[in-house]
């Protein structure tokens, strides 16, 4: 998902550096499907500051059989995390304005 921000935002996929938080809010297990969702928010000259958030969007069954699923009614947030991103500024081939 960083990498995926960092392009649309510079045309470069840039580096994560680091994260400032991260939080488990619940468990997954193998055979959940997750979303992640991020967006950026606060672009310096290089770095970018971003915020994720993953849903668990199906849970896996394996009560019923080793391939059952169930799709959940409401997704439930099982993480989420604030990181940065730096994109050199000679990569970088979009031009940000202060806002």
């Given at each position: 998902?960083?990498?995926?921000?960092?392009?649309?935002?510079?045309?470069?996929?840039?580096?994560?550096?680091?994260y400032?938080?991260?939080?488990?809010?619940?468990?997954?297990?193998?055979?959940?499907?997750?979303?992640?969702?991020?967006r950026?928010?606060?672009?310096?000259?290089?770095?970018?500051?971003?915020?994720?958030?993953?849903?668990?969007?199906?849970?896996?069954?394996?009560?019923?059989?080793?391939?059952?699923?169930?799709?959940?009614?409401?997704?439930?947030?099982?993480?989420?995390?604030?990181?940065?991103?730096?994109?050199?500024?000679?990569?970088?081939?979009?031009?940000?304005?202060?806002?």
């Open positions: 998902v960083a990498t995926e921000l960092a392009i649309l935002c510079d045309g470069d996929e840039g580096l994560l550096v680091g400032e938080s991260i939080e488990f809010l619940a468990p997954l297990y193998a055979g959940d499907f997750v979303e992640v969702t991020g950026i928010t606060k672009i310096g000259r290089t770095s970018r500051r971003m915020e994720f958030e993953a849903r668990k969007v199906i849970s896996a069954r394996r009560d019923l059989s080793d391939s059952a699923a169930d799709v959940l009614e409401t997704p439930i947030i099982v993480g989420r995390a604030i990181g940065t991103t730096v994109v050199k500024a000679e990569q970088q081939r979009k031009i940000h304005t202060a806002a």
